[in-house]
T-cell receptor
């Protein structure tokens, strides 16, 4: 199986930058996902990394290092609406290709 | 495009009762998933369908949980009898091709189940 670790909770100030880390241990790595989940709502897709490096999409960027089993999600110019849980999920090759989700990081953005 | 639909949104039942959830995936999505998300945790896969066939149900507690997708579109998830620890949000998701790249799952709003 996969062992995925992310901080439980983080706080940041509106307008700032925050980095949410995710480490994983798995064999047959086949991609890492970040999802955003607001309280009481369904997860929504943010990013997908399968190769090393940084993927930028607007205010959100995601980085992957396969050799280190490490990823981070970078949120810039934080807004109050970014307060949510951020889920890291890892997919492995073969089988059903289902991503395994971490517990999520609850981000609280304050004024 | 219409998203993944689920009903009901909320359900409260007593332990040992039965309950059923319904999901309608995005049109054209062959793959459908049911997840259980306990408060404070990430979603845990219960079952994956490819069209009307089961691909993975290794984490489905088969003594009390069942799911079907008879015509390869809508799906129902049933719990009978329910236990207190089944209190969770049940999420349905769909995707075009789980092995594809890029790959994305689209989640429904979920059903929040409370077992008392």
């Amino acid at each position: 199986g996969q062992n995925i670790d992310q901080p439980t909770e983080m706080t940041a100030t509106e307008g700032a930058i925050v980095q949410i880390n995710c480490t994983y241990q798995t064999s047959g790595f086949n991609g890492l996902f970040w999802y955003q989940q607001h309280a009481g709502e369904a997860p929504t897709f943010l990013s997908y990394n399968v190769l090393d490096g940084l993927e930028e999409k607007g205010r959100f960027s995601s980085f992957l290092s396969r050799s280190k089993g490490y990823s981070y999600l970078l949120l810039k110019e934080l807004q109050m609406k970014d307060s949510a849980s951020y889920l890291c999920a890892v997919r492995v090759k073969g089988g059903s290709y289902i991503p395994t989700f971490g517990r999520g990081t609850s981000l609280i953005v304050h004024p | 495009e219409a998203g993944v639909a689920q009903s009901p949104r909320y359900k409260i039942i007593e332990k040992r009762q039965s309950v059923a959830f319904w999901c309608n995936p995005i049109s054209g999505h062959a793959t459908l998933y049911w997840y259980q998300q306990i408060l404070g945790q990430g979603p845990k896969l219960l079952i994956q369908f490819q069209n009307n066939g089961v691909v993975d149900d290794s984490q489905l507690p088969k003594d009390r949980f069942s799911a079907e997708r008879l015509k390869g579109v809508d799906s129902t998830l049933k719990i009978q009898p329910a236990k207190l620890e089944d209190s969770a949000v049940y999420l349905c998701a769909s995707s075009l091709d789980p092995a594809g790249d890029p790959y994305e799952q689209y989640f429904g709003p979920g059903t929040r189940l409370t077992v008392t």
